[in-house]
């Protein structure tokens, strides 16, 4: 079983422009929402919370501890505002789940291994999928699935149906889709490169001449 992530709270009383002091003092505003659950206001203190949200990631439960309030809040990481130049955490979004729920996520697709036709030069590797959309149960969410392609020779594949995914999730994806592939290297000739290149000015030029007669 994981590790339980705990994160501290309070509630938050600041708004507008004492949020700007808020943050001054090493806090940051948040807010907790939830299906059927009114929305909470909260603030943080910030090195705990960079700390917890790197551990923690987007799909790992975090029982959430607020100050005054008797029973945690078990949530997940929603949504994160940073400062576009220090990239400091300005704002979180949390949402608080049920554990008899189910809610829909996406976790990550991993590659790992090396197919040989790759390795030699003769394929490629395509990814067309980053993430998979699933649903389950908040006790039962995954962080990535891992697909070895070291077996994928050139025009083989790996669609969504060819995936290990735990029984208790379900994938909302279609079965079919295709998430990776190795194709054939196409090796493109510089003189090629160069007749692309210059083919359209060429007949730019060709309808100004053309143009320029007829007037």
Known sequence: MAEEVVLNAAVRTAVRVGVKALRRSGQVPAVVYGHKIAPTSIQLDLKELTGILRKAGRNRLITLKVAGIETPKMVLTREIQRDAIKLIIKHVDFYEVSMTEKIHAE?????????????????????????????????????????DVSGLAIDKMIRVRDLQVPATIEVMDDEHEEVVRVTRFIEVKEDEVVAAETSEPEVVEKGKKEEEEAE
């Open 107 to 147: 976790v990550r697709i991993i590659c790992v291994g090396e197919s040989p036709d790759v390795k030699s030069g003769a394929g490629v590797l395509l990814q067309e999928m980053d993430v998979l959309a699933i649903r389950c149960l908040p006790g039962d969410l995954i962080e990535s699935i891992t697909i």
